[in-house]
């Protein structure tokens, strides 16, 4: 299928890593220009030098923990882009709690900042530079908003939670420019970090709940998120899509296996 997405000019925060390098290479083999924000000009520089042939990406060192940096992002984006068509708020993380059992205040305030008003800035920002033309953005949010988590996400979930409700009504102030916001709940993704930091006991239950009996790879929640910015869907705004595999939505997930003896 041909999205439409040759020539567009896409903005993705946390382009470096996990899905939001493969958001990036999937947007970059449709045919789109990217710029990708990060704070390690590192990890830029590598992912630039190894997507570069794919297309025109470039990077733009930020901090997600400094609001004015993503309008500065968005100003360097459509300067060095012409204009920016979408927008994918990816950038976000946990926080362990630093006292022991109990969140403290700069723990609730770095995640709150990572997760919320990352989303909340960053759409502020690429709005600013879409009321002529229109866009789309995707909020990234989790499935930890729908099904909680204990100890070191337990409030991550909820800020995720926020993000969700937050495209909804963000597509409802931005509509009448054309603009629309959707959000992709992505379900446990085996990106580097958690290949690298998940135990293989922790692996197997997720295939074990997950009606796919895995984990996903980085692409394949790249790829929906690449279509929703994509013209094919231009009449999906204010939802948000469920990437999970099928994992907890039954309790019963190895039914049709053992139906089938396939276990």
């Not at 990406?57 to 300067?79: G, M, N, R, V």
């Not at 709690?97 to 205040?105: I, L, M, R, V």
């Not at 900042?113 to 909340?120: D, K």
């Not at 949010?141 to 409700?165: D, H, Q």
Request: aromatic share 8%; charged share 20%.
């Amino acid at each position: 299928m041909e999205l439409g997405l040759e020539g567009k000019r896409v903005v993705i925060t946390g382009g470096t890593r996990g899905i939001g390098l493969a958001t990036a290479r999937a947007f970059l083999e449709e045919g789109a220009s990217v710029v990708i924000g990060a704070r390690n000009k590192a990890e830029l520089d590598s992912v630039v030098k190894d997507l570069s042939s794919l297309g025109t990406i470039i990077p733009f060192q930020f901090d997600a923990l400094d609001t004015d940096s993503f309008y500065s992002l968005a100003d360097f984006a459509a300067e060095k882009l012409g204009g920016i068509d979408a927008w994918v708020n990816n950038v976000g993380a946990s926080h362990p709690k630093s006292n022991g059992d109990e969140y403290t205040a700069d723990d609730v305030r770095w995640t709150e900042a990572m997760c919320f008003e990352s989303a909340v800035h960053g759409t502020q920002a690429a709005v600013r530079h879409m009321k002529e033309n229109g866009g789309a953005i995707v909020n990234i949010s989790s499935l930890a908003a729908r099904v909680g988590t204990a100890g070191r996400s337990t409030i991550y979930g909820p800020l995720k939670a926020a993000v969700r409700l937050l495209a909804s009504n963000q597509a409802a102030e931005y509509a009448v420019y054309g603009i629309r916001v959707n959000c992709v709940m992505p379900g446990f993704t085996m990106t580097e970090t958690v290949a690298r930091n998940v135990s293989d006991a922790d692996k197997s239950l997720v295939g074990e709940r997950t009606l796919i009996r895995r984990m996903a790879r980085p692409e394949e929640i790249a790829y929906p998120i690449v279509f929703l910015c994509s013209d094919k869907a231009s009449y999906i705004t204010g939802t948000t899509l469920e990437v999970s595999g099928g994992r907890d939505v039954v309790l019963n997930p190895m039914y049709s296996y053992e139906k089938e003896g396939k276990l």
